[in-house]
């Protein structure tokens, strides 16, 4: 199903139950805590905070697009009742027939129904709340998208970065060291020119999403993004940057990140990351905001990192799917499924000659994830790489540490984890690392004898269903409940 703007996928959400409206919370006070406690239970609805202090009436924003197991059906299309592994599986089998569906260029749209440019300038009249309590400001750009051109290919890059408020006509925007944004960005100051970028605050959700994809090269966002909803983007090519953004965005930003010799360097965060601290703040080239481009009562689209933020029954199926189509591509055989327990991303393999696993390993760590792995664990076709009961007993029965555990050092890395990222390191951004793969395979070698000598003790399956049939008069549901793995 595809939505020509955020508000028709807000009508949608609403026709099935999960859209809130909330109004009168102020954005610096209560917007941030109400979407992060919200987001802590699972299936938590959609919210629209409406009528905001401090701004215009009819400026409104709204969180937690995608997090719950309907919004993401009417975002995906799956079939009902589709869950888990199955879930997986059906969008692994989509990305394996991928088809592009490039955009549609139009000469205006509802964005345009407003212009601001020049000393009309003001990002000081959208509500951007303070997510997280100690964020160095307020936050504007957090859950819509970002558009630059490489200025050597010609191709473009869409990401999600965050923009934080400076003033009337500036952003502190966030490349993290090593994405394609950040590469792009200083191939202009390397020939001494600004950075021409668009910056969407409110858009089709599947906008967002593909430009939160790790797309291969030879991809684009937009693409793929008219793949996911089944029918092309439209999209305006900006009139100050002739980049592209979408026609029916609730409010575009057009402008520069200015070279540091043309405008000093201004301190970006701190920031509420996802793993639950705050990314202190760097120095980082603003984004002076040349236009303004927007609807009447325009939405922001907000997506703050959260701790504990649960997407509910459909979360994570699609990255899932993503790395295990990907690794696929690689040519590799034998990959039986891709998984995510806690900390540690779960490979199982068919082994099909020594230094199989550690071959598919060294291909994962290449960036599967965006960036490598942290924690990479490889198991056998007999364990399931998403449950976390057989990954944690493949690792503590298959598991020699002195041979099977691997320490890659210096690898690029997630800048929001502080291990090991001292404030010496992020100052001159080295974001790099140490990472682990652990070998949980049965060695090579003994694996045709392996289950002769250590031969497994629990209950097969034929006498825990006589078991369950003779007893469940007396025991009920506990002794009717399914083997744990």
Known sequence: M????????????????????????DPLRDIGPITEILAWSPEHPMVLFDRIPGVAAGMRVAVHAGDSYRRMQLIYGFPDGMRGKQLVNWWKARLDNYAPIPPEVVSTGAVMDNVLEGDAVDLCMFPAPLWHAEDAAPYLATGGASVLRDPDTGRLNIGCYRGMVYDR?????HLAGGHDGQVIRDKYFERGQDCPIAVSLGNDPAF?????ENLRYAQ?????????RGAPFQVINGPLTGLPFPATAEAVLEGAIVHPDREPRRTEGPWGEGLGYYAAGFPQPPLKVRA???RDNPIVLGDPTLRFKNRGAAGGFATTARRWHMLEQSGLQGIQGIGQVGPFMVISIKQHYAGHAMRVADYAMTGLADRPPRYLVLVDEDIDPSSRDQVLWAINTRVDPAAQIHVERDRWCNAINPAGLTPEKRSIEDYTLATVIVDACKPFRLRH???KMFKKSDIDEALRQRTAEKWESVLGEWITAPKPV
């Open 208 to 212: 967002t999403i593909a430009a939160a």
């Open 449 to 451: 004898l392996w289950d």
């Open 169 to 173: 006509d500036t952003l502190g925007h």
């Open 292 to 294: 303004i481009y927007f």
């Open 220 to 228: 684009t966002e937009l693409d793929f993004g008219g793949f996911l």
């Open 2 to 25: 595809h939505f020509s703007d955020l508000r028709e996928f807000l009508e949608a959400v609403d026709r099935i139950g999960e859209l809130k409206t909330v109004c009168d919370a």
